[in-house]
């Protein structure tokens, strides 16, 4: 199961109370009041781990719940912190804040029409960073801070101050160096199976691919780049419809879009409709997206009519870079890593 979206509950731990004592000892029975402070709450983080890839772990558990602190004890004992808890996500995680305060307002505030507002709060992409999403509550004071020269017996002390509890939505946008985009059946995930290690599953059938798949590409001199083989788009994605913005999210982070055409047509598509089509669904979801560096593989060159309607792709564009590829056949593959060794492969 891939997780890449989810919200979650969190909530740091109150700070413990300030106590109430006075020290009484054998030869001490009247002694000054020795009541210790409380321990503050532990603190709730996120913090980046490359080692995971999804966000499944809070679908089985969407909650970050800190430990109290303890309260404070005689002898001016401070009682004990409560311990952070840190919950891993992975590199390219962006975290929203909503304006629920419990899992159950999140949902009804969702289902209402009023609906739920989200503010972005951080986007988490460098190994090993951390962010405080919720903080703990600071222990109280014990009534040995109230001693004074006219009060020498105080029985004040003050209560730990709460931590704070947030709902907050975790969404992963995947990280790779270029995306491929097309639509079902184009043969993308042929192509990034053929070009990397990666092992999406390969069907006849639209979205076979449901999820994102990287895969690592590896050229010479221990140069390499990593691909994203992402969920077919369709007409209408940018307004969510298909896989809609399941797909689209994660090609923000990529350095170059590999928009994949069935040159062929073999799936009674027009090549040059599809690519208009493409760019124009990039576009409407996002204008910054739409000026990232691009190109075209003209895929499924062994099939019969790919020749005839790669001549007229390269009239009807002829300024646009154009790389014709058989994935299933291996036909110009090296073509394609040269390519991407030239243009996005680095030393790794």
């Known amino acids: 199961m891939f997780i890449d979206h989810i919200r979650i509950f969190a909530k740091a731990g109150d700070g413990g109370d300030g106590h109430v004592s006075f020290r009484r000892e054998k030869f001490v029975p009247r002694g000054g009041p020795d009541g210790g ?9 996120l913090k980046v781990d490359s080692s995971t890839d999804h966000l499944r772990q809070y679908h089985f558990d969407p909650k970050l719940i800190a430990p109290n602190g303890n309260p404070g004890g005689k002898h001016k004992k401070t009682g004990k912190s409560g311990k952070t808890i840190i919950g891993k996500v992975p590199p390219g995680t962006v975290v929203y804040r909503s304006n629920a305060s ?11 029409e009023e609906g739920i507002d989200l503010e972005p709060v951080i986007d988490l992409t460098e190994e090993g960073q951390e962010f405080r ?11 040995v801070h109230f001693k004074t020269a ?16 947030g709902v907050y939505y975790l ?3 995947r990280i ?11 043969g993308k995930s042929t192509l990034i199976g053929k070009l990397s290690e990666a092992k999406p599953k390969v069907a006849n059938y639209p979205f076979t691919t449901l999820q994102p798949v990287v895969g690592v590409v590896e050229f010479p001199g221990y140069r390499r780049c990593t691909l994203a083989d992402i969920p077919g788009l369709i007409e209408g994605a940018h307004e969510n419809r298909g896989l809609g913005h399941e797909f689209l999210r994660h090609i923000t982070r990529c350095r170059m879009l590999l928009f994949v055409v069935d040159i062929a047509g073999s799936e009674g598509r027009d090549p040059i409709s599809d690519l208009q ?19 075209v593989i003209a895929n499924k060159m062994d099939v019969e009519g790919a020749e005839e309607n790669l001549k007229m792709f390269e009239q009807r564009f002829p300024k646009i870079k154009v ?11 090296d073509d394609l890593r040269n390519f991407l060794d030239n243009e996005i492969g680095y030393r790794g």
């Open 277 to 295: 089509v493409l760019r124009k669904e990039i576009k409407e979801y996002d204008e910054e997206l739409a000026n990232f560096p691009w190109m």
């Open 150 to 165: 006219t009060h020498q017996t105080p029985t004040e002390c003050t209560p730990g101050t709460d931590g704070e509890v």
């Open 102 to 112: 419990s899992m159950q307002e999140a949902v009804e505030l969702e289902r209402s």
């Open 171 to 173: 969404e992963l946008r």
């Open 176 to 186: 790779a160096d270029a995306g491929l985009v097309g639509f079902p059946n184009a």
């Open 37 to 45: 402070d409380g321990g503050n709450g532990g603190h709730v983080i």
């Open 323 to 333: 790389i014709p590829v058989s994935a299933e056949g291996g036909e110009g593959m």
């Open 133 to 143: 999403i919720c903080e703990g509550g600071i222990g109280g004071k014990g009534n």
